[in-house]
């Protein structure tokens, strides 16, 4: 049976009054009513309703990393829902996609990390992991340990506890838990550094590390997360060394540490997992979602160490803790089909090669005057607009130079994320070079577009 929808521009929009958008300045759109509708998509691109064919260039929402419409995926879903639609992973029922996702997960993942808890979304993944280690600690009579520290600039998620981790700039007018998260120096040396060095900048953030910690007392903390690369807090890369720094000062303290891997899992940085690939630390526990079943269904993972499964499976606890849909079949089945693929099409490694195309093909755009910072790594990769190149200062706000960019690159075919003054790029990880070289040769046309207005 199709659903027969209404695709025509007017007809999406007229029904879209109803839709409250996500992350979105809902009196501007009500204002302007302006939409992008997108009906369809196709391996690396998609179409909107006006006919027009798109690069994907944030790949749905970094996370189609395998790209659109791959048939094995679907047919994986399909077939797992004519098999068991639906059942549960509470009490003691599993079911055979959720068991073999979880070892694959465990056999993928790094190191000791080979229990897996399921949900839906990024944020309840992370709001997961830091309720599990709340219960680990409880459980080994240690209930004062209870802190998060989290940094300026992270992007965790928008349930009530993710917010709270997430950068505060991103809640003003909204409430947040407070007092159970502190919030770290951004380690973005462009911006921040101040004249440092960038071994001396990488040496004040440890220091605002151990400083926060001798404040707060690590017998109050219970973790610390951290995205390899911040992405929605503007793609930013710490310097070289932070991640093992960072991780040797929690171990030391007991504190757990979280890796958001939300983004940067399932080959946007060339890996399956960056932690320990890319940056050479080994996790506490490991959050996933998006790519994971690049983005074919709603589904997220905790993985947590041996060790922690070990205290929170111990006699005379309950583990009050997970979601009707947790490991749901048909989330399962795409995310075991999607790891197929990207196993047999060596996704990961081919990112290798083309991500590094497509990281110096936006590099190159440094060149441009508006352009103050290019960067980020492979499929992962932020260009930052400013008034003086010299100085670093910021256009306004109200300028909307991120917005114009966007929308004149969206005008030659590409789609792109305005985020302030910050451009982002997350395509799939499965553009032919053609189209990788097509990206950046239409965003030097649209930066230079914009350039001549501002
Ligand atoms: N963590 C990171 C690093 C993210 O980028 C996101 C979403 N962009 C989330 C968590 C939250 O994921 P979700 O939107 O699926 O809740």
């Known amino acids: 049976m199709s659903l027969d929808l209404d695709v025509s521009t007017d007809g999406v929009l007229t029904a879209d009054t109803h839709l409250v958008q996500s992350w979105a300045n809902l009196h501007a759109l009500k204002q302007d009513g302006a939409r992008t509708v997108i009906v369809a998509a196709d391996g690396a691109f998609v179409f909107d309703s006006e006919g027009n064919r798109l690069i994907d260039g944030i790949g749905g929402l970094w996370c189609v990393n395998a790209g659109h419409r791959r ?3 679907i047919d994986a879903i399909t077939t797992q829902l004519e098999t ?63 802190k998060v520290l989290s940094r300026h600039g992270a992007y965790h998620g928008s349930t009530h506890l993710a917010i709270a981790m997430t950068t505060p700039g991103y809640s003003e007018g909204w409430d947040r838990a407070e007092g159970l998260v502190h919030h770290l120096r951004c380690p973005h040396y462009w911006r921040e550094g101040d004249g440092m060095s960038e071994a001396e900048f990488l040496d004040a953030l440890l220091d605002d590390l151990r400083d926060t910690i001798e404040r707060i007392g690590a017998e109050n ?11 929605a807090g503007g793609v930013i890369v710490p310097p070289e060394g932070y991640h093992r720094a960072m991780a040797a000062i929690c171990r030391d303290n007991e504190i757990k ?30 959050t996933v979602a998006k790519g994971v079943t690049s983005g074919y269904q709603p589904l997220a993972a905790t993985i947590l160490s041996d060790e922690i499964h070990e205290v929170v499976s111990s006699p005379g606890g309950m583990f009050f803790h997970g979601m009707t849909y947790s490991g749901h079949p048909a989330g399962a089945a795409a995310g075991l089909a ?12 081919r990112v290798r090669t083309s991500g590094r195309r497509f990281e110096a093909g936006l590099r190159a755009l440094g060149d441009l005057d508006m352009v103050g910072e290019v960067r980020g790594s ?13 100085d670093k200062t910021p256009f306004a706000p109200e300028e909307l130079v991120g917005l114009k960019v966007a929308q004149a690159a969206q005008k030659r075919g ?9 451009l982002i790029l997350s395509p799939t990880l499965v553009m032919d070079d053609a189209t990788i070289d097509r990206c950046a040769g ?3 046309e649209s930066i230079a577009e914009v350039a001549a207005h501002v």
């Open 257 to 286: 540490y979280i890796a958001d891997e939300v983004v940067t899992a399932f080959g946007r940085l060339g890996h399956f997992f960056a932690s320990e690939a890319v940056f050479g630390v080994q996790p506490d526990i490991i």
């Open 442 to 444: 239409i965003l030097r």
């Open 414 to 422: 590409l789609v792109a994320r305005p985020l302030g003054n910050i």
């Open 221 to 231: 903390i219970a973790c610390y997360i951290a995205e390899p690369i911040m992405g």
């Open 71 to 73: 048939r094995e995926i």
């Open 378 to 390: 492979h499929f992962m990769m932020g260009i930052e607009f400013v008034r003086d190149k010299a």
């Open 84 to 146: 068991l639609d639906f059942y549960s992973t509470f009490y003691n029922f599993t079911h055979p996609p959720a068991a073999a996702l979880a070892a694959k997960l465990a056999e993928l993942a790094p190191g000791p990390l080979n229990k897996v808890h399921f949900s839906s979304s990024g944020s309840d993944a992370n709001d997961g992991a830091v309720r599990i280690l709340h219960h680990y600690f409880n459980r080994l009579g240690r209930p004062a340990k209870k």
């Open 338 to 349: 999607n790891i197929g693929l990207m196993e047999s099409e060596r996704i990961p490694e």
